[in-house]
């Protein structure tokens, strides 16, 4: 007689189905179902013994389906339930960003623009749909379009931004000089894989260059300057929002995040210096921020203070629009179809967020756990080890002796 062979799910944990287990586990039982067949058709007559054998295998097969559909369709609800809250937050910031003061563009690093807020559009005296696709050299005087265009050519083999006083010439208008700060940023549009960098602009008119944001919040932790209040928090602390205030991060950097519905926390975001958070800029019910540095030190404005002065509301916008960027960079990550490009894509946004430049390469100063980084790729922490693992065996990752990751060209 022959041996049977052992159940399919005897060393399946059904609590823990993954797709990867359920092929392996059903390319082995479609191979001793193929050998009862064949068994069966030796003989004119199917032997009596086989009957249980093959009717178990298909009823353990049916069952780990089962299984495995649930599991695929909570999956999908929590990747719904994510995406809508970082819609939300996009849409919410996306209107912020419509509603700034100063003029932003968005440009190919040919300097071809591709966004551009009402502000932009009126600084240039062109209908805003009428923008896009336009080349923003054109906006700028005939005989001064060589140099700027050999600048911006410049930018594409520098790490930070670059501040300039230029001038415009804004359609059938004068021309004016403006202070425009450029910054080389990751293309997260539709087509990265044909152009992976961009330019963005933020352009404000001349005279006005204070910063009464950081007037307001320079010091000493002492306690407060001014109207503005000086706050430190240490690293793991949770740091409370303020209903009448926001809060600008002046040193270190902090986690923003929400909870699904089965209790997990979803990273929203890292905000850094200058970068402004606070429960009256987010539509979420639960928004929790932890100091991620081993000292936070954070400013609170009040929406009062915001409301009287002008000149802090203008410029807070502009730390504003970073949180809208940020938003929409993560749900971009989010929108990747493969895991191993979620993870590989949000490592870059943080090379280009937060990053320090070392000698073999980026560090990523702050220590993320697996289950963060699985929490903002949409997968599972066991996931995140394992691709981390391969990125280093790769040598595309490194860790540095206090376990931070650098991230090498």
């Not at 409301?307 to 730390?319: M, N, R, Y």
Request: aromatic content about 6%; charged content about 20%.
């Amino acid at each position: 007689m022959t041996a049977q062979p052992p159940p399919i799910g005897k060393d399946l944990d059904l609590n823990n189905v993954t797709l990867e287990k359920l092929l392996r586990h059903m390319t082995g039982m479609n191979g001793r179902l193929s050998r009862l067949y064949e068994a069966a058709n030796v003989s004119p007559a199917i032997p009596i013994e086989l009957v249980p054998t093959a009717f178990k295998e298909v009823g353990m097969a049916s069952e780990e389906l089962q299984v495995a559909i649930e599991e695929l369709q909570r999956q999908n609800n929590e990747l719904v339930g994510l995406q809508q809250q970082l819609v939300q937050e996009r849409d919410r910031y996306r209107e912020l960003f419509e509603l700034a003061p100063d003029a932003y563009l968005i440009t190919t690093t040919d300097g071809v623009v591709r966004e551009a807020n009402r502000a932009a559009a009126s600084l240039l005296n062109v209908a805003q749909r009428f923008l896009i696709g336009k080349p923003f050299l054109s906006f700028i005087p005939l005989e001064q379009r060589l140099p700027w265009q050999r600048k911006m050519m410049q930018l594409r083999s520098m790490e930070r931004s670059q501040d300039w006083e230029l001038p415009l010439q804004p359609r059938e208008d004068s021309c004016v000089t403006v202070k425009a700060t450029v910054s080389v940023v990751p293309n997260l549009g539709p087509s990265p894989e044909a152009e992976p960098y961009c330019l963005q602009w933020l352009i404000r008119s001349l005279p006005a260059e204070r910063n009464p944001v950081k007037s307001l919040l320079a010091g000493q932790s002492r306690g407060s300057v001014g109207d503005a209040s000086v706050h430190k928090y240490v690293k793991g602390e949770l740091i409370p929002c303020k209903a009448d205030a926001i809060w600008q991060v002046q040193e270190g950097l902090v986690k923003l995040s929400t909870f699904s519905e089965n209790g997990e926390e979803v990273l929203l975001g890292i905000a850094g210096p200058s970068m402004t958070f606070g429960s009256g800029l987010t539509s979420l019910h639960v928004y929790q921020v932890t100091a991620l540095t081993d000292e936070v030190q954070l400013g609170a404005i009040t929406w009062q203070e915001i409301a009287t002065k002008p000149e802090l509301a203008q410029s807070l916008l502009s730390d504003i629009s970073q949180r809208l960027q940020q938003s929409e960079a993560f749900l971009a990550v989010a929108g990747r179809r493969r895991v191993q490009d979620r993870l590989g894509s949000f490592l870059l946004l943080l090379k280009q967020e937060i990053g320090q430049p070392v000698s073999n390469g980026v560090r990523i100063p702050v220590r993320l756990t697996h289950e963060d980084l699985a929490n903002a790729c949409c997968t599972t922490r066991v996931t995140v080890t394992r691709l981390l693992g391969k990125l280093q065996q790769q040598g595309k990752i490194t860790l540095d002796p206090k376990h931070y990751i650098i991230l090498h060209d």
